[in-house]
């Protein structure tokens, strides 16, 4: 049986890892102003945070359209047995519920189910790259959604945000609203819960916040695997994965958080994804 795999560029998967996967990737939409982009298509992740950074005008995010969704299944449906799409979590975007309605509008004339990943960035992107991997070694439909729905409560995220500024901005700051007040010389690390971002601790410092990220991963039993996401700190991404690989054998993915999570998290953002055995 075919199984193809699907996400959006929420998951920040790596496009070489993407490409090699065969993970179809729909992308978001970012947009300045009155303009609008395709995360990873009209515009680089780079021109992204560059825009972010010198521009005047702050951006706002969207979901890939019915159309964009129907498209992709159509055309997947073609040569495959079964889809399987998995997507940001639905307490952050309506991402799912567009797909939803794209599997049912598109009539499609193979499997299709529509998994709510409920998490973003690398954490999701890990759920993406391991049901793809099954996907590309030829296990079938029922076993990669069954193992895919175990992922979901097996994968975690802790990121460490420069600012509150951004996602305050973007009105995704969930329960982490509380922190807003006393934001002033402190960076949060903030995490998902059931979909929702809920704040975990906060630090006085970047070396400190980035002890806590290894403390992290240092308190997990069974590690699978390691996604470590930044948005503009790519050295300090690379140190943290080194000092990851001394305290765990897992592989370790390093991938840049693309305009759906940049948008709201702003510069200076790191974090870490762990995939548990159970």
Do not use: W
């Not at 300045?32 to 825009?51: A, L, N, W």
């Not at 969704?69 to 449906?77: E, G, I, P, Q, R």
């Not at 193992?147 to 097996?154: G, W």
């Not at 998902?192 to 975990?200: K, Y």
């Amino acid at each position: 049986m075919s199984v193809k795999i699907v996400t959006d560029s929420d998951a920040d998967v790596p496009a070489r890892l993407a490409k090699d996967l065969d993970i179809t990737v729909i992308p978001q939409y970012v947009m300045f102003g009155r303009t609008s982009y395709r995360s990873g298509v009209d515009m680089s992740d780079e021109e992204f945070y560059q825009k972010l950074l010198n521009g005047p005008v702050f951006p706002t995010t969207s979901q890939p359209t019915l159309k964009d969704f129907t498209d992709v299944y159509t055309s997947l449906a073609r040569e495959a047995d079964g889809i399987i799409s998995i997507h940001v979590s639905s307490k952050l975007s309506g991402t799912s519920k567009v797909a939803e309605q794209a599997g049912k509008d598109a009539k499609l004339n193979c499997l299709i189910e529509i998994i709510d990943s409920r998490n973003i960035s690398m954490a999701m992107g890990l759920i993406v790259i391991a049901a793809a991997r099954m996907a590309k070694a030829g296990k079938g439909f029922s076993e990669i959604v069954a193992a895919t729905n175990s992922m979901v409560s097996r994968t975690k995220l802790q990121m460490l945000f420069g600012t509150l500024e951004y996602l305050a901005k973007g009105g995704r700051i969930g329960k982490a609203k509380s922190l807003l007040g006393s934001m002033l010389n402190v960076k949060p690390i903030l995490t998902l819960n059931d979909g929702e971002i809920v704040p975990v601790t906060q630090v006085h410092s970047q070396s400190k916040g980035m002890e806590k990220l290894l403390d992290f991963v240092k308190r997990a039993k069974d590690i699978e695997e390691v996604g470590i996401c930044y948005t503009t700190l790519f050295d300090e991404a690379n140190s943290l994965a080194s000092r990851v690989s001394a305290v765990t054998k897992a592989n370790i993915i390093i991938s840049r958080v693309g305009p759906g999570l940049g948008a709201h998290g702003g510069p200076g953002g790191i974090g870490v994804a762990l995939m548990t055995k159970s």
